[in-house]
C-alpha cells in the first residue's frame, strides 16, 4: 500500500514540477523556441481527431498569444481563414519524427474553428503548416484527421449521399524534404462532385452529314463519328438517369439513307438509329439488358448539339446537394 501511494506522489509530483517548469506562453514577453516547442505536450500516434474537438472548450493554460507565435511563425499563416480577425491560439500536442522535423498542432478559435499542423525543421526552425480541419470550409468539409505513426497525415470527409448512402473522400498529405506539405495521395470524390466522362471517340473524324453529337447534357448524350466508310458509323453512348447508368459502344451499319442499326455475333444486343435533319432517335430492336440496369433502356430521341457535350477532365459538372 505505501509503495502505491509513493508511485501515485511521485507521479503527481512529475505533472506539477512539469507544470512549473513550462513557461507560459498567453504573455507578450520573449521566450527561446526551445521553450516554445516544450510547452506543447507529447502526444503519441497514431491519432485520430474528429470535428467535434472544434466546438470544445478550451483550457486557459494551453493559450498561445499572438505576439508568441508571431516570434516563430507569424500571424499571416491565419489569414486565409481568418482574414484580418487574431483567433484565440491554443496548444494541442507535439510529435517527434525521430532525429528529423518536429509536428505541433493548433487549434484557434474565432469566427472560424480550426486545427492547424506545423512543422519545425530538427534545428527548431518553423518551415510548413497546414489546416487539418475548420468548421467554416465551404468545400471538402473535413470531419475527420487521422495522423498514423509513418507521419501522414489524412483528411477524411465522409457525407450522406441524396439516396441516404454514405461516401467518404480522403486526402493523404505527408511533410517532404522541400519544407512543405504535400498531397501524396488522393481518395473518392468530393461532396458533390462526380466523375467526368471520358468520351473514348470524341476526337476521331466527324465529316459525314449524320457525324456530331446529340444529346440532354453532358451526362446523357451520343456521340456519333466517321466509320471506315460512308455506310458505317461509330457511336458512344451515355446514360446518367439517377440508378439508370450505362454506356455503350460500337459500330453501326446504315440500312437506309438515313437509317442503321448496331448488331454484333457475340451479343444479343441491337439497336436501331433513325436520323433526322437535326436529331436522332434510338430504339432497342433487341432487349440490351446485359448492356445497362434492368429497369431503364436506350431509347430515346435527342437533338443535334453544336459543340461537344463532355468537358475535360476536372471540369465535370457539379451536383445540386
Known amino acids: 500500500m505505501t509503495k502505491i501511494l509513493l508511485s501515485v506522489l511521485t507521479v503527481c509530483l512529475l505533472f506539477v514540477f512539469c507544470g512549473r517548469n513550462k513557461k507560459t506562453m498567453s504573455g507578450t514577453e520573449a521566450v ?5 516547442i516544450a510547452f506543447f505536450d507529447d502526444i503519441s500516434l497514431p491519432l485520430v481527431i474528429t470535428d467535434s474537438l472544434l466546438k470544445k472548450n478550451n483550457n486557459d493554460s494551453t493559450l498561445i498569444s499572438d505576439t508568441i507565435i508571431n516570434q516563430f511563425i507569424g500571424d499571416t499563416i491565419f489569414t486565409p481563414l481568418y482574414g484580418a480577425e487574431i483567433p484565440k491560439i491554443y496548444a494541442m500536442g507535439r510529435f517527434r519524427n525521430k532525429d528529423a522535423e518536429t509536428y505541433l498542432l493548433l487549434k484557434t478559435k474565432g469566427k472560424v474553428n480550426a486545427v492547424y499542423a506545423l512543422a519545425f525543421t530538427p534545428e527548431n526552425r518553423y518551415s510548413a503548416n497546414m489546416v487539418l480541419m475548420a468548421d467554416g470550409k465551404k468545400t471538402n468539409e473535413v470531419n475527420r484527421v487521422a495522423i498514423d505513426s509513418k507521419f501522414t ?25 522541400a519544407g512543405l506539405f504535400m498531397m501524396i495521395m488522393k481518395d473518392g470524390l468530393q461532396k458533390g462532385e ?8 470524341d476526337t476521331l473524324p466527324s465529316q ?6 446529340y444529346g440532354r447534357d453532358d451526362r446523357n448524350f451520343i456521340t456519333v463519328r466517321d466509320g471506315g466508310n460512308p455506310k458505317e458509323f461509330l457511336f458512344f453512348i451515355n446514360m446518367d438517369k439517377g440508378d ?26 441491337a439497336i436501331g438509329f433513325k436520323f433526322g435533319s437535326k436529331s436522332i432517335r434510338i430504339t432497342e430492336t433487341t432487349i440490351c439488358g446485359n448492356k445497362r440496369p434492368a429497369d431503364c433502356s436506350f431509347n430515346v430521341s435527342y437533338n443535334r448539339q453544336k459543340t461537344a457535350l463532355v468537358k475535360e477532365p ?7 446537394t
Open 194 to 201: 462526380i466523375v467526368p466522362i471520358l468520351n473514348p471517340i
Open 153 to 177: 497525415f489524412s483528411l477524411v470527409d465522409q457525407y450522406k449521399e441524396t439516396d441516404g448512402t454514405t461516401s467518404e473522400f480522403s486526402q493523404v498529405f505527408a511533410y517532404n524534404n
Open 208 to 213: 459525314h452529314k449524320y457525324s456530331g453529337n
Open 244 to 269: 439508370c447508368q450505362a454506356e455503350l459502344k460500337g459500330e453501326a451499319v446504315f440500312v437506309t439513307s438515313d437509317s442503321a442499326v448496331y448488331t454484333t455475333k457475340t451479343d444479343p444486343c
Open 32 to 36: 527561446d523556441v526551445a521553450d516554445f
Open 314 to 320: 476536372g471540369k465535370a459538372k457539379k451536383k445540386k
